[in-house]
């Protein structure tokens, strides 16, 4: 008991929260999320004591890898890390295990603090994909009381609650999926309607002038996000506004961009039909994602830590760069135990005035197994196929088998 209550005592101490028992079904990974209920892992507290409530979950997952192509990272598909020039004329079959996507997590609940206050703290083992050094690694860390959240989480440009269900952990090269500090705030205005507005660490992920560094801003991202939530799905929208500050190697001056950008997700549950149901197909989904704007890339899958936000146009000038893509994912359970869900995404940048090889555009391609063993043993497979082309006409492709095993408690 002493252990329990030290326990409760220091991660509650440390601020961390979590809005409610549950997660995203792509945060959790929890990917037969779509199964009936009696197929999830219980969500009855871990602990229980006089002043919290502790859930702690995660998974076990071992994972096998099978590329034919001369991509090295071993991990996630990250289409813009496809080659587009030969390096070598050998072409290089390589298998791959790993169970470094591992999670644990901690979910606090306060009963007697009101306000519906709760915290919650989750971490993996990817921290390297190239399957050296791997140390735990913090995912997520916030508290939430009331309307409020402050921590770190899912940026709330885009709509990560929407994400299709791939095995593989990058995801979609089009959805924006970066993990940043945070204080948001949440109103249900209606039955139907909820705004969202949020402040959020700001990026500085874009490519500064010769032997400069890059600065961030003195001001944070700002995101307004409203939700309309009808009787089989909802229509999401979000609009992200930052400022992009830059100077030469010498802090000589200091300029100023305008960044942006504009997401729009709907989710639908399609209603069951008789020759579905007679092939034992339910739980049909299908989900459209669009996405455009300008220096915004660092939360965006593929582009985040590339320096695509912005460019040398000159000696002394930056320019941001446009971009745009989205999704399209269709999902469906077979015989209650089966679930399977196929994703095609687009990307595609515009070119900068000082280089021709750079990013033009990339298709990420999807599709998998995934079969429930029980509640709380699932395993799945999953083929990829991902193309890259630069602005200087060269072309690349790589493909994937990922297999998993995952077990949840």
């Keep these: 008991f002493v252990n329990k209550y030290l326990l409760l005592s220091i991660l509650a101490f440390a601020g961390f929260a979590k809005k409610g028992a549950s997660q995203t079904e792509f945060d959790s990974l929890k990917r037969n999320s779509n199964l009936d209920t009696s197929y999830q892992p219980s969500a009855k507290p871990t602990f229980a004591t006089e002043f919290a409530e502790l859930k702690i979950s995660g998974f076990v997952q071992p994972a096998l890898y099978f590329d034919n192509n001369n991509v090295f990272n071993n991990d996630v598909f990250v289409t813009s890390e496809i080659p587009t020039t030969e390096i070598t004329n050998i072409k290089f079959k390589r298998f791959h295990m790993s169970a470094n996507q ?48 402050v921590g770190q989480t899912w940026t709330n440009f885009g709509d990560v609650n929407a994400s299709p269900n791939t095995l593989d952990l990058e995801g979609p090269n089009s959805m924006p999926a970066s993990r940043v500090a945070q204080i948001r705030w949440r109103r249900q205005i209606s039955s139907n309607w909820n705004l969202l507005l949020a402040i959020e ?60 950008g504009v997401t729009s997700s709907l989710s639908i549950d399609l209603p069951d039909s008789h020759k579905a149901n007679l092939l034992g197909i339910k739980k049909r989904s299908f989900n459209l994602f669009g996405i455009i704007g300008d220096g915004t890339q660092g939360a965006v899958n593929d582009f985040g830590g590339l320096g695509y936000e912005a460019f040398p146009k000159d000696s002394i000038t930056l320019e941001s760069l446009l971009y745009y893509g989205g999704y399209v994912s269709y999902s469906f359970v077979f ?54 082309e630069n602005y200087d006409n060269t072309r690349g492709s790589a493909f994937r088998i990922l297999g998993i095993m995952r077990l949840l408690f």
Excluded: C, M
Excluded at 351 to 376: E, M, R
């Design 335 to 388: 015989k209650k135990r089966w679930s399977s869900t196929y994703v095609y995404s687009y990307l595609h940048q515009e070119k900068p005035q000082s280089t021709d090889v750079i990013f033009k555009h990339s298709s990420y391609f999807a599709g998998n197994a995934v079969y429930a063993i029980n509640k709380y043993f699932t395993i799945g497979g999953e083929l990829l196929y991902g193309v890259k």
């Design 102 to 149: 591992s999670r644990l997590g901690f979910a606090f609940k306060f009963p007697k603090a009101g306000n519906n206050t709760t915290a919650f703290v989750e971490g993996d083992f990817l921290s390297s994909t190239k399957g050296l050094n791997t140390y735990f690694r913090l995912r997520h860390a916030y508290l939430t009381t009331g309307e409020f959240l």
């Design 201 to 260: 660490e700001p990026r500085a992920d874009y490519t500064p002038l010769g032997s400069a560094n890059a600065v961030k801003s003195a001001l944070p991202e700002l995101v307004v996000k409203p939700k309309y939530t009808f009787k089989n799905g909802h229509w999401s929208n979000s609009v992200i506004y930052k400022p992009i500050v830059y100077t030469d190697k010498d802090y000589s001056f200091k300029k100023k961009l305008g960044a942006w």
